[in-house]
Structure formats: C-alpha cells, structure tokens
C-alpha cells in the first residue's frame, strides 16, 4: 500500500513483471521525483525485456558425413549486462546438458549476442535434435529452434575381385565390385569395358549390416571373348559422394580358350 502525508500527495508507481512481483515507490521529496521516477522505470525495464530472450537458431537441418564437423550458431538479443548470461546445449531426449558431459568432440563459443556448438568428428550416435538455449542470473531459460542433425557414411572405395568362370557355361569373365560401410542406402554400380558402358550381365545386391551400415556389390558376367588389354570399370555412385569412385580391372593375358589368365586390378583412390 502506498503512505499518505500532509504535505505530499501519495506518488506510487506499481510495476509487474513477468516473475509476478510489485514495486512500489514513495516519493517524499518532490526534488528527487524525476531522478528517482527514472531510476526505477529502468531497472524495471530491464528485468522485464531480458526476462524472456529472443533466440534465433541455424542452421534447422544438417546432413553431415561420418567423420566430418558440424556447426550450430545461437543468437540472442544483448542486455546491457551481459556478464551473467549463460548459453546451454542439450540434445532432444538426454538428461543432462552437453557441457556437463566430458565429450572432448564437443566444442562451445559464446561471444555478445551468440553462442556456439562446434561437434568434431560426427558419429552415426550424435544424430539428433540440438537446442540452445539462454539465461540470465539462472532464470528461466529461452529455447532456440532446434537443428536436427543426420549423419551420413560415404562408400568405401570400391574392389574388383574374380572368379574363375564355370567350365560348363557360356561366361568367359566373372567379376564381383563391392563397396561397404554406407549410409543411407541407394547405391549406384555402372560397369565399363573400356570406354563403353555395359548394359547386360549385370546382378547387383544391397543389405543392411548389423552396424547399421549397408554393404553391396554387383556381379558382371562376360560373355564375350576376353582380349589382352581389355579394361573393366567398376563406378560407384552415392548421394554422399560429390563424384563417383571407381575401381579398374585390367586384362593381361586373353581368355579365348577360357584358361586362367594373369589380371592386374587398379583402384582409384
């Protein structure tokens, strides 16, 4: 309640903020009114803008390979006292913040108005939603968009190995590529003979290891005379990849009456 007096009509200035409180204010002397009146409304002002921060979050989405880093940047609006705001990283569906953890890979930045989490060398584990979120003086904490993070697992590069073709069959060459330790899945083999693509002969397979990783290969089954110097080429295509990987079989010695012949394989690297 606000004091009369005699002399000086009752002055009191009621603010609320949002951690639902009062202040009241008396002036006794009119001399102090403005001053005093100023003082207040700021400190007042202050407790009510920064109670409840804006925070932006970036990027929303990520598709990073296994190995590689990640970014994720926080910013938020700037009080004028700075010094107590406290920048905090969770994942969706953990306990604990990730500072509380003893993750060497995880790295965090806070400057005026930002804050950083820097993951270095992503496994298929830190898959997930990451938030930030800010606080001042331990209050309650406003939460940034989220970042959902994929993790993705380049091929291997691929190997070319051969089987001896069965006597009984037409087959002159029989050749297996296999790439492994992929994700997601959706695998692309195309075989060449020299510089012409091979659109016959060819069974390729793909399948989900215990890993979690996929595993594939394609078989091509030549049915035409093998010459010397004849070259096969395995090419392997990935959403990971930014150009294909390839593997080369190289014919040294001809195969026309179907005996064992000298191969040298070579693989791009």
Known sequence: MCRTSRHLRPLCYKFTT??????????????????????????????????????????????????????????????????????????????????QTSDARKRYFKRKGQGTLQLLDVRFEDAGVYYCGVSQNRAAISNGTGTRLVVHSPPSTPT??????????????????????????????????????????????????????YRASSTLQESQPVRKGNSYICLVSHSTLQSPKLSVYLVSRSNSGRKPMAEFSYIDT
């Open 160 to 213: 070319i190995l051969s089987k001896m073709p069965d006597g009984s069959s037409d087959i002159d060459l029989h050749l297996v590529c296999e790439t492994v330790d992929f994700y997601p899945e959706g695998i692309t083999f195309n075989w060449y003979k020299n510089s012409s693509k091979i659109a016959t002969g060819i069974k390729s397979t793909e399948y989900l290891t215990d890993a979690g990783l």
């Open 18 to 99: 949002t951690s639902v409180y009062w202040q009241e204010l008396i002036i006794s002397s009119s001399s102090m009114i403005m001053l005093q009146h100023m003082l207040v409304l700021e400190m007042i002002w202050t407790a009510f803008c920064y109670s409840h921060f804006r925070v932006s979050q970036v990027p929303q989405h990520i598709i990073q390979n296994f190995g590689e880093s990640v970014t994720i940047t926080c910013a938020f609006n700037i009080p004028p006292d700075d010094s107590k705001v406290d920048v905090l990283w969770w994942k969706l569906g953990d306990n604990t913040f990730l500072h």
